[in-house]
């Protein structure tokens, strides 16, 4: 986190044009104990000005923070397929796309994950208050809609590598698509017929870099490029870093706690057992 919010300032710094982007499944792998972590991730993401944030499988996993986070901050999160109940209602987990202007150029921006990715275990861990709608039948209807509004397309894909790139061959109306969950990555962004596609990694380790040069007409001239990996030596933001390393510790401290109430709970229900069988014995 440290790392990728020093490349991110960096380039505010310089004024670069950017359209920050997140794929989904940021949220920790360790299950309820990160919670701090998490928020972490959320709230720096808040502050370093992201566009548009989809959620992946890990975040609906975790989905009673998920949407107390989602109703209670401000992170422009996108899900085009994925609809959450409230009251009698179904509506878009955040909204179903975003529109985004850099440079004069409008970016219509969507998202789509499979059913395999929330799965009915998910959902029923969710208490059964989110759903997936059809993403292939989304992505043609929301391509088609932006199309009208935007200059650019921007699909996160949270797919599988072959599905991703058969989107991308599929759907005219998408000019880029991102995909970031996977532990397959791509050096820099390339082709699929006429659509851009970017694989940039997974857990927090890389950042895709996608450029585009657009004329004054809005016509994409030139695609550039290069994936960023954060290895230990790469330069860290002191003051996220500490923030980091805070939540971190607290999730290492509420892990212990658990792992203690477990073994307390183990020996009691041995010394019960244990117990029984002596009473049984003598009588």
């Known amino acids: 986190m440290a790392r990728r919010a020093a490349f991110i300032d960096s380039l505010q710094a310089e004024q670069t044009p950017l ?15 990160a919670r701090f ?20 499988e890990r975040e609906f996993i975790e989905w009673t923070l998920a949407e107390s986070l989602l109703t209670s ?3 422009p999160v996108v899900c085009s397929n994925v609809e959450r109940l409230v009251g009698d209602d179904w509506v878009p987990v955040g909204s179903r796309y975003q529109i985004a ?10 998202s789509v994950i499979t059913g395999d990715h929330i799965t009915d275990r998910v959902i029923d861990s969710a208490g059964g208050r989110i759903r997936v709608l059809p993403p292939m039948e989304t992505t043609r209807e929301v391509a088609a809609l932006l199309r009208q509004k935007a200059d650019v397309v921007v699909l996160l894909g949270y797919l599988n590598s072959p599905l991703l790139e058969e989107y991308a061959a599929t ?7 991102v995909g970031g969950h996977m532990t397959r990555n791509k050096k820099k962004p390339y082709l699929v017929g006429s659509t851009i596609v970017n694989l940039s990694g997974t857990r927090g380790q890389h950042i895709g870099v996608t450029q585009l040069t657009i004329t004054p007409k809005n016509e994409l001239v030139k695609i550039d490029g290069e994936n960023v990996t954060f290895t230990k030596d790469y330069p860290e ?3 996220v870093a500490k923030i980091a390393q805070n939540a971190k510790d607290e999730t290492r ?6 792992n ?3 073994r307390q709970a183990a020996q009691a229900e041995r010394a019960k057992r244990k117990g029984a069988a002596t009473r049984l014995k003598q009588d």
């Open 237 to 239: 933001n002191p003051a």
């Open 37 to 56: 972590e998490n928020i972490t991730s959320w709230l720096e993401m808040e502050r370093l000005g992201y566009a548009a944030v989809t959620l992946g």
């Open 73 to 75: 901050r401000d992170l």
């Open 101 to 110: 202007e850099v440079n004069g150029v409008r970016f219509g921006i969507m």
């Open 171 to 177: 759907f005219e109306d998408v000019d880029v698509i």
């Open 260 to 262: 203690l109430r477990r």
């Open 253 to 258: 401290r509420l892990r212990k706690e658990r």
């Open 19 to 33: 359209l920050l982007l997140e794929g989904g499944s940021f949220f920790s792998r360790i299950v309820s104990d």
